[in-house]
């Protein structure tokens, strides 16, 4: 299956030349126009999208940066950020909010699948490494011999235990 893109941006001029361009890439775009069309797309289709390139400055109630954070709330998908803005301030708006990056309107076709490419292989490595998280604490959990967690690198500190850790320690 070709790599699924939703594009948000609310020129359509924008939205012609990209899909051309990125079909020549294999991607598959999924046009909305506005940060609030895209919060619904997601809420109605489903999380499963590999990447979202979102323009940071649109007309409605929730310009890029904010549809980006509330999507971070129940979709966790590599998202990049894309202008024609370069000014401190526009850029200074999306450094807090957790994208894969940060791509000029205009930007050569070979580089944005470049980027593309790392965004959608950074997503799929945090996935993993989550998952990982996850089957390690259940083991941990499940093992009844008391069991610690500490952090060498900060002198030994005291970071987590089990349930035998517990029952013993009170």
């Known amino acids: 299956f070709p790599v699924t893109i939703i594009l948000v941006d609310d020129d359509p001029g924008l939205h ?3 899909a051309s361009q990125l ?3 294999d991607y598959w775009v999924e ?4 940060g609030e069309e895209c919060v619904q797309w997601l809420e109605q289709r489903g999380c499963d999208i590999d990447l979202i390139l979102m ?3 649109m007309p409605g109630r929730l310009s890029g940066a904010d549809a980006a954070v509330e999507i971070m709330r129940f979709c966790d998908i590599p998202l990049i950020f894309h202008s024609s803005h370069v000014q401190k301030d526009i850029v200074h708006k999306i450094e807090g909010i957790a994208s894969y990056g940060y791509l000029v309107k205009g930007t050569d076709p070979v580089v944005m699948d470049a980027t593309f490419k790392m965004a959608i292989r950074l997503g ?3 996935t993993e490494s989550l998952r990982s998280l996850r089957l390690l604490r259940t083991v941990f959990d499940m093992i009844e011999d008391p069991m610690t967690v500490n952090n060498i690198s900060l002198h030994s500190m005291f970071m987590d235990c089990n349930e035998g850790f517990c029952r013993i320690t009170g």
């Open 23 to 25: 079909k020549r890439l």
């Open 16 to 18: 012609h030349l990209m």
């Open 55 to 57: 323009d940071i400055e």
């Open 124 to 126: 799929k490595m945090k």
């Open 31 to 34: 046009h909305v126009y506005t």
